[in-house]
């Protein structure tokens, strides 16, 4: 696996194509004269401080670019571009998502869930306790900010049982934390992870093509 750092890629992005990607996206007239005139300005702007852009084309930075083998055991593996060889690396995080050479997303479910409760932590200081917001707000609120957060890249997860458990156990319902007004226990504790294990599940589905 190789993640690739691309140098000035939104500099060196053809604009002709672009135009017509939302041409095709039906965004065309006044609206698209507008977009191209944002960049047309720019480009004049470029030349005005006598530093004019390069030619299109995409240029890979190899300092900024790792490589990985996906095995339990350590294999080594050359990779050159450009007569330069990249760094192999154990763990590399893309998108925020954590990557781990033997190929296990444990470390990643474990930073998820680090995440959600510094996500619920602020909620709890921010929303739950405030009596001004009722109970369907803070529960929309929850489904739109914790859940996500909690569940973010899980499209790449393994989901065993133990994981399964380990993120359920999780919710905020059966930890510690005082949910005043109770976000998730009033409510429905079930709903609170059918919110979770829905696009858990979802994708399980998606995978084997059932619906």
């Not at 998108?95 to 190929?103: K, P």
Request: glycine share 6%.
């Amino acid at each position: 696996m190789c993640f690739v750092d691309l140098e000035k890629a939104f500099d060196r992005v053809p604009r002709g194509i672009l135009w017509e990607v939302l041409w095709e996206y039906g965004v065309r007239g006044p609206l698209l004269r507008a977009v191209r005139s944002l960049y047309n300005r720019s480009r004049s702007l470029v030349r005005i401080a006598s530093s004019e852009g390069e030619a299109a084309g995409m240029r890979v930075s190899t300092s900024k670019s790792d490589a990985m083998v996906l095995d339990r055991k350590k294999v080594a593996c050359t990779l050159q571009v450009g007569g330069e060889v990249l760094p192999q690396v154990e763990e590399f995080k893309y998108l925020g998502v954590l990557f781990m050479s033997e190929g296990r997303m444990d470390h990643e479910i474990d930073r998820r869930i680090g995440a959600a409760a510094a996500v619920m932590r602020s909620m709890y200081r921010s929303v739950v306790v405030k009596k001004e917001l009722s109970r369907k707000a803070k529960l929309s609120i929850y489904q739109s900010i914790y859940v996500p957060t909690l569940t973010y890249g899980h499209e790449l997860w393994v989901m065993t049982e133990r994981m399964r458990v380990k993120i359920l156990t999780f919710l905020p319902h059966r930890t510690h934390v005082p949910l005043e007004l109770s976000i998730l226990t009033t409510t429905s504790p079930r709903l609170a992870v059918t919110m979770v294990t829905k696009p858990l599940t979802s994708r399980g589905s998606r995978a084997t093509g059932s619906n």
